[in-house]
């Protein structure tokens, strides 16, 4: 899968984009092999890396002395994140010392250096929120603390992130909006996915890659197809930024910006 993931940073850095973002396990139970991720991004190529921060188990000291790394490494953009729990059951319980929320840890980055910082938002609720408005608030709280701009969680339904923009500027949440895109790599893991984090799945989704289980030929094609149109709409709305979840791979991606006239430089010249 490393190996996966680095011809993939290869392919997709010819295409220039703003950053790329390098997760950790929802638990940060991969921090160290996001760190190892981040500095060869930057020892290796031009590509500006965003690694992810969360909240769970580690202290506030412990963060900002991974953050000032970072500075030092020359890092400046963080995804800073609440972060899940190991055992998603267990509900989420702040580490004793550390910050508690992502509207903390945003204003603990900030405190440690003038990092450009991302955070997340939820077009269709975050799953523990008590109500959409309480959702609303804790985004502005996040962006109030200095968060540059929100990537959301995936969609399909474009209407829902169009109400939801509408939304957040009734809030008074000024800042960008940065969709998320998730090329369908396979419908099952989609689903998975979806149901974990409070996304919706349409039913026309599902008729279209019902039947393409042993078929990835095709179910790629429909998958380009699904994304294209739906930045499409988006853009016809305004919409100029993209966040594209590639799970480690090119394919998809690559294809989908193709055909969305966003190409490498001598390709495109």
């Known amino acids: 899968m490393e190996e996966t993931l680095w011809k993939s940073i290869q392919r997709l850095k010819e295409l220039q984009p703003s950053f790329v973002s390098v997760t950790y396990g929802a638990d940060g139970s991969t921090r160290e092999r996001t760190h190892a991720v981040v500095e060869r991004i930057v020892n290796e190529t031009n590509l500006t890396a965003a690694p992810h921060l969360t909240c769970v188990g580690a202290s506030r000291g412990e963060i900002d002395d991974i953050a000032r790394d970072y500075w030092d490494m020359g890092i400046r953009h963080i995804v800073a994140l609440r ?84 939304l957040a500027a009734a809030a008074g949440i000024e800042t960008h909006l940065v969709p998320g895109i998730l090329p369908i790599t396979r419908f099952g893991q989609l689903q998975k996915f979806a149901a974990r984090c409070g996304a919706s799945v349409p039913d026309w989704l599902g008729e279209r890659f019902a039947g393409l289980d042993d078929d990835t030929e095709t179910r790629m094609m429909i998958a380009a197809n699904v994304a294209i149109e739906q930045v499409r709409k988006l853009q016809t709305e305004g919409v100029d930024e993209f966040h594209f979840y590639t799970l480690n791979r090119s394919e998809l991606t690559v294809a989908i910006c193709h055909a969305l006239g966003v190409r490498p430089a001598a390709a495109a010249a």
């Open 83 to 166: 972060g899940d729990p190991p055992d998603h059951d267990a509900g989420y319980t702040p580490h004793p010392d550390g910050y508690a929320y992502a509207s903390d840890l945003v204003a603990g980055l900030k405190n440690v250096a003038d990092f450009d910082i991302s955070v997340a938002a939820y077009p269709e609720v975050h799953p523990e929120a008590k109500s959409p408005l309480a959702d609303l608030e804790n985004l502005k709280r996040k962006v109030d603390a200095g968060a540059s701009r929100a990537i959301t969680q995936f969609f399909f339904d474009v209407d829902i992130f169009l109400r939801f923009r509408d």
